[in-house]
């Protein structure tokens, strides 16, 4: 790893070999790790080169007794239990009742 300074008084973007692009704001200092990145921006007078960008296998590991992401998706319903069938006891039928076998 290398750290960069654009030395320029504008934006400066340049291409990764793997189709990412880097931003280099003005004075700003970006750490690369592309070999032809590197090359490309040492014949640039735009930028300053580092090459101590510090110990690659300190830091930067999996962090420990730290709180889970909320996760932002919908909420899932809750899913629908299935009705139980009851048995009642036959009920009467609503309306006008009819006249057989009633005498007059």
Same mark, same amino acid.
Request: hydrophobic share 30%.
């Given at each position: ?51 101590? =960008? ?35 006891? =036959? ?14």
């Amino acid at each position: 790893m290398v750290k960069i300074t654009n030395l320029t008084k504008r934006e400066l973007r340049r291409r990764l070999p793997t189709g990412q692009y880097v931003t280099f704001r003005p004075g700003a200092t970006v750490e690369v790790k592309s070999k032809r990145l590197l090359a490309e921006l040492t014949a640039s007078r735009a930028f300053a080169i580092k090459d101590e =960008a510090g110990n690659p296998e300190i830091g930067g590991g999996l962090k420990t007794h730290s709180r889970p992401s909320k996760s932002r998706g919908k909420a899932a319903k809750p899913k629908a239990k299935p009705k139980k069938e009851v048995k009642s006891k =036959a009920k009467p039928k609503k309306g006008l009742k009819s006249k057989k076998g009633k005498a007059d």
